[in-house]
């Protein structure tokens, strides 16, 4: 199935990027394409590009290739953000089983293969707009998948964002070969299985839904950067990506519904790149000194 994927993925995006030479070609979204209202979803390679292109790894366990919790709500805050016939959500297809931890790195090779072949395929979009998530083990295969990225795909990735991340303790709180500026880490406080301890799991790993919002401010605004300096075609007739505005006007981040955000955090400002609720490490053992403790 994977290397289905890497075969047809990139003759479909290529297929549409050659359509997008004419100015109808993103004019209207597929009217399938829409809100994520369920585990799954293959935006990208059903329906080709769009100016935001959104790839998410599941958590261990999960349903589908989206999940059930941070997935389709990342999505949709972006979908609001952005229009959703401007957003291309696609999920990456591994089992997420917990065996999938214990690889090296964290991460199972088909789960890292298989988001490597989306966004190397989606870098056959020009001017389109990359970014990536992933939720604990999720998390994982992001840390993997684009740190062995070649230099040119990894520059086409506007934003990261990660969540229960089983590999910032071990990475260093940060992507390595990835910029920390378009990086941005939350770990719940007491979380231990962002200090590198897969068990026991506590509630508070499963509870980064809250995060959301921040998280998608982080990811507009790195698009919206992104945008500035590559930006979104101008059509002749008027009509961009998804339908709506002209030019430029089918990126415009509207924040008004952004949700609530993380404390500190202001619409207005950017979210601080070092914004990661790091839980306190663990106590050092105590020694036994001379028999007694």
Known sequence: MLLLKSLVLPLLLSLGQAAMSGPRSLSRYHPRQAWSVGW??????????RPVIFVFAKATYEPGNLGGTIGPALSDGLKLVFGVGNVAT????????IGGNYYPGGAPPWGIYDMQAIITSATSCPHSKIVV???SQGAAIVHRAIEALAPEVQARIAGVVTFGDTQTLQDGGRIVGFPANRTLIICNNGDIICVGTMVPIYPVHWDYVKWVP???LFLAQAIMVANAADPWP???NGTGGGGAGTGN???VANLTDVGELGPGVQKDAPVPTKFVAFPPPPPPP????GGLR
Do not use: F, R
């Open 90 to 97: 696609q999920g990456v297809d591994y089992y997420g089983l």
């Open 234 to 236: 101008i059509y002749t």
């Open 133 to 135: 998530s992933g939720y």
């Open 249 to 251: 006007g089918t990126l």
């Open 40 to 49: 799954w979803s293959s935006e990208l390679q059903q329906y080709g590009c």
């Open 286 to 289: 105590t020694q036994a000194v």
């Open 214 to 216: 921040t998280a998608t």
